[in-house]
């Protein structure tokens, strides 16, 4: 019966570092859009009263 080889040699690609500016900049985007539209319906709520 064949032993299962243990020590397999596995590649590792390690990746060239990319530029996450575009990224931080959706993210400002989105969260900026998402704090407007929370302050806005909160206004509303307030303004209601």
């Not at 060239?16 to 998402?34: A, C, D, M, P, Q």
């Amino acid at each position: 019966m064949p032993k299962p080889e243990l020590h397999q040699k596995t590649e590792v690609k390690v990746e060239e570092s990319t530029s996450l500016k575009g990224t931080f900049t959706s993210v400002l985007f989105l969260g900026g859009f998402l704090v407007l539209t929370w302050l806005g319906v909160f206004i509303l709520f307030l303004n209601r009263f």
